[in-house]
T-cell receptor, first 113, second 116 residues
Framework: EAQVTQNPRYLITVTGKKLTVTCSQN?????MSWYRQDPGLGLRQIYY???????DKGDVPEGYKVSRKEKRNFPLILESPSPNQTSLYFC????????????FGEGSRLTVL | AQKVTQAQTEISVVEKEDVTLDCVYE???????LFWYKQPPSGELVFLIR??????QNEISGRYSWNFQKSTSSFNFTITASQVVDSAVYFC?????????????FGAGTRLAVHP
């Protein structure tokens, strides 16, 4: 089954404790991206990657890091989480062709205390 | 300024009513894509439709229909004879070449509650 898998799905952590949200897709997509969803703001892009070793900032990259060492994986790293990073996070992928539908993971709900 | 505006924050209807969700967008590009996604209470994002800016034909899929009006920069979504299972948050989104098509710009979403 074609899918984007995120882990963990739910996480409660404390300020400053580094964490990684993993994302893996099995559709051989070149493009991958991370979004965060906050009430009243919709979804906003954090980072995206056009292919292996090619990443770029989205609209809200502060406090996040990403890496793309393999085509299928695109982890999101919070080096020192803060309460304002409490949010619902989505990973997404699509083929490299422009304008294509994004396939989203099921979401990871993160709470930073 | 918001590029994608969904002015209706919440809509409440009774089952079998028709409901229209509004979406107004802003772009300087002549070519772009518009999308609708559904987020049911379980939280995942479900793709509903993609529309190319050159294709102004309205589309119907079962009880769902979409009205794309380039002249008014609107891409409205209508659910006919709504059902309880339609209860969800609906997002309209824009992808444009001036952003390299590298992201979807989402509206804030409209929460639809369909009551029995």
């Amino acid at each position: 089954e074609a899918q984007v898998t995120q882990n963990p799905r739910y996480l409660i952590t404390v300020t400053g404790k580094k964490l990684t949200v993993t994302c893996s897709q099995n559709m051989n997509h070149e493009y991958m991206s991370w979004y965060r969803q906050d009430p009243g703001l919709g979804l906003r892009q954090i980072y995206y990657s056009m292919n292996v070793e090619v990443t770029d900032k989205g609209d809200v990259p502060e406090g996040y890091k990403v890496s793309r060492k393999e085509k299928r994986n695109f982890p999101l790293i919070l080096e020192s989480p803060s309460p304002n990073q409490t949010s619902l996070y989505f990973c997404a992928s699509r083929p490299i062709e422009s304008g294509g539908e994004l396939f989203f993971g099921e979401g990871s709900r993160l709470t930073v205390l | 300024a918001q590029k994608v505006t969904q002015a209706q924050t919440e809509i409440s209807v009774v089952e079998k009513e028709d409901v229209t969700l509004d979406c107004v967008y802003e772009t300087r590009d002549t070519t772009y894509y518009l999308f609708w996604y559904k987020q049911p209470p379980s939280g995942e994002l479900v793709f509903l439709i993609r529309r190319n800016s050159f294709d102004e034909q309205n589309e119907i899929s079962g009880r769902y229909s979409w009205n794309f009006q380039k002249s008014t920069s609107s891409f409205n979504f209508t659910i006919t004879a709504s059902q309880v299972v339609d209860s969800a948050v609906y997002f309209c989104a824009l992808s444009e070449p001036s952003g390299g098509y590298n992201k979807l710009i989402f509206g804030a979403g409209t929460r639809l509650a369909v009551h029995p």
